[in-house]
């Protein structure tokens, strides 16, 4: 375990301009930050754990209420939910060979790395988020793994029974079930264990409260998706469809956003309707790293792809695979589509991103020869899908170009 030094001797000047530089190089590569909701900060002193409630809306009423007569009362539902923050960093260690002999500015070059990769990290952070836990569609319309039911028995907070269901062990494990109808609609976990004997769905994390008899869900997994399987126009524009269908919110009144992956972007560019964002916006007016517009959604790429191994129906072995487990090499690709307020990114209110430099000073008795320095960022946060049914993550393979 390394040793920090512990006194600071930058001037306030030099510790403002660490901070530009480090926030300079990270937004780049933040993505998802621009469109995450940032109204659930906590505020200092009052815990790591922010607690939120969202009302599921009221069934159309199509019946008329006889004269003299008061309406059925009817029980308003709310999804409860919550997010924990914590603190995720990095360090280098600069020794004073480098800083002394080196023809560039090490400090300086710590930095941008540092930014490049908090940057990196915090966008990772929300795309585990959205590939996990927002409302997942194959582009193949496999109907062997994604299935919709309703609740027959046995809720809990952690499962339930479907006897509709009738695959075999394991089958939905490390897939995504997300709830869509109840007092837990909109909410999704990570499936962790199916036992085919008793049609058992288990989950995580634990729901509020169970679910009712009778409340709908969509369970899918990605097991069987290839390279091949790759976006088209008709998922992209069934998952639209999607989300007008729930109401969700438009970011601009009239396009969805959608993230994608430079081989998916290519993949997008074959299509004829595909529009580059330099025929339609002038800079000011684009959204960062935006690059096109197709299918009803304004396009934004991410040169960090999330991708990940398919399910293959064996039993959960620490969230090895599938829904939300990053794999650099896997061939499986997530591509969000989503509105307004499908997300949120949540830190301690007050509290920025923050670069950290520590230099040893005179009476730095831990570093007695100066023989190195340390540069460091900080972020307290935590990604959280706020509704899984504003956002559609699109499930497919990509082309490969060699």
Same mark, same amino acid.
């Given at each position: 375990m390394g040793t920090a030094t512990t006194t600071s001797t930058l001037t306030a000047a030099m510790k403002e301009y660490y901070d530009r530089? %480090?926030?300079? /190089?990270?937004?780049?590569?933040?993505? @998802?930050?621009?469109?995450?909701?940032?109204?659930?900060?906590i505020p200092k002193h009052e815990g790591q754990t922010v607690n939120f409630t969202r009302y599921v809306p009221l069934s159309v009423i199509t019946s008329a209420t006889s004269e003299g007569s008061n309406p059925d009362y009817v029980? %308003?539902?709310? /999804?409860?939910?919550?997010?924990?923050? @914590?603190?995720?960093?990095?360090?280098?260690?600069?020794?004073?060979?480098i800083q002394l002999m080196s023809y560039c500015e090490p400090l300086n070059n710590a930095i941008i790395e540092l930014?490049?990769?908090?940057?990196q990290s915090v966008n990772r952070l929300y795309r585990k988020a959205m590939?996990?836990?927002?409302?997942?569609?194959?582009?193949?319309?496999d109907g062997t793994y994604a299935v919709s039911g309703a609740i027959t028995s046995g809720a809990t907070t952690t499962a339930f029974v479907d006897t509709s269901l009738t695959q075999a062990d394991h089958f939905w494990v490390d897939g995504t079930v997300v709830f869509t109808s109840g007092q837990n609609k909109g909410l999704s976990a990570h499936v962790t264990a199916f036992v085919a004997d008793t049609d058992t769905v288990t989950f995580t994390p634990a729901l509020k409260e169970a679910c009712d008899t009778g409340d709908t869900f969509r369970i899918v997994a990605s097991t069987g998706i290839v390279a091949s399987?790759?976006?088209?126009?008709?998922?992209?524009?069934?998952?639209?469809?999607?989300?007008?269908s729930q109401n969700a919110e438009p970011y601009d009144g009239q396009y969805y956003i959608g993230i994608i992956s430079p081989f998916v972007t290519y993949d997008f560019m074959q299509d004829s309707s595909w529009v580059n964002?330099?025929?339609y916006g002038s800079p000011e007016n684009l959204f960062k790293g935006?690059?096109?517009?197709?299918g009803g959604v304004r396009w934004v790429e991410d040169t960090d792809p999330w991708t990940e191994n398919a399910c293959d129906g064996t039993a959960y072995n620490a969230w090895d695979r599938g829904h939300g487990c990053y794999a650099a090499s896997g061939v499986v690709n997530h591509t969000p589509i989503f509105g307004k307020h499908c997300y949120a990114g949540i830190r301690l209110e007050g509290v920025e991103d923050k670069v950290i430099v520590k230099v040893s000073g005179p009476q730095d008795t831990s570093n007695a020869t100066n023989a190195y320095s340390m540069a460091s960022w900080r972020v307290y946060f935590t990604s959280v899908v706020l509704n899984s049914?504003?956002?559609?993550?699109?499930?497919?393979?990509?082309?490969?170009?060699a």
């Amino acid at each position: 375990m390394g040793t920090a030094t512990t006194t600071s001797t930058l001037t306030a000047a030099m510790k403002e301009y660490y901070d530009r530089k %480090l926030l300079t /190089v990270a937004r780049p590569k933040m993505v @998802a930050e621009q469109f995450a909701d940032h109204t659930k900060d906590i505020p200092k002193h009052e815990g790591q754990t922010v607690n939120f409630t969202r009302y599921v809306p009221l069934s159309v009423i199509t019946s008329a209420t006889s004269e003299g007569s008061n309406p059925d009362y009817v029980e %308003l539902e709310a /999804v409860r939910l919550s997010a924990t923050l @914590a603190k995720y960093a990095n360090s280098i260690r600069l020794t004073d060979e480098i800083q002394l002999m080196s023809y560039c500015e090490p400090l300086n070059n710590a930095i941008i790395e540092l930014g490049a990769n908090m940057g990196q990290s915090v966008n990772r952070l929300y795309r585990k988020a959205m590939a996990a836990y927002m409302y997942p569609m194959r582009v193949d319309g496999d109907g062997t793994y994604a299935v919709s039911g309703a609740i027959t028995s046995g809720a809990t907070t952690t499962a339930f029974v479907d006897t509709s269901l009738t695959q075999a062990d394991h089958f939905w494990v490390d897939g995504t079930v997300v709830f869509t109808s109840g007092q837990n609609k909109g909410l999704s976990a990570h499936v962790t264990a199916f036992v085919a004997d008793t049609d058992t769905v288990t989950f995580t994390p634990a729901l509020k409260e169970a679910c009712d008899t009778g409340d709908t869900f969509r369970i899918v997994a990605s097991t069987g998706i290839v390279a091949s399987d790759t976006v088209t126009a008709s998922a992209v524009e069934k998952a639209v469809a999607f989300l007008k269908s729930q109401n969700a919110e438009p970011y601009d009144g009239q396009y969805y956003i959608g993230i994608i992956s430079p081989f998916v972007t290519y993949d997008f560019m074959q299509d004829s309707s595909w529009v580059n964002a330099m025929h339609y916006g002038s800079p000011e007016n684009l959204f960062k790293g935006e690059v096109g517009r197709w299918g009803g959604v304004r396009w934004v790429e991410d040169t960090d792809p999330w991708t990940e191994n398919a399910c293959d129906g064996t039993a959960y072995n620490a969230w090895d695979r599938g829904h939300g487990c990053y794999a650099a090499s896997g061939v499986v690709n997530h591509t969000p589509i989503f509105g307004k307020h499908c997300y949120a990114g949540i830190r301690l209110e007050g509290v920025e991103d923050k670069v950290i430099v520590k230099v040893s000073g005179p009476q730095d008795t831990s570093n007695a020869t100066n023989a190195y320095s340390m540069a460091s960022w900080r972020v307290y946060f935590t990604s959280v899908v706020l509704n899984s049914l504003f956002g559609v993550s699109l499930i497919s393979g990509s082309s490969s170009i060699a």
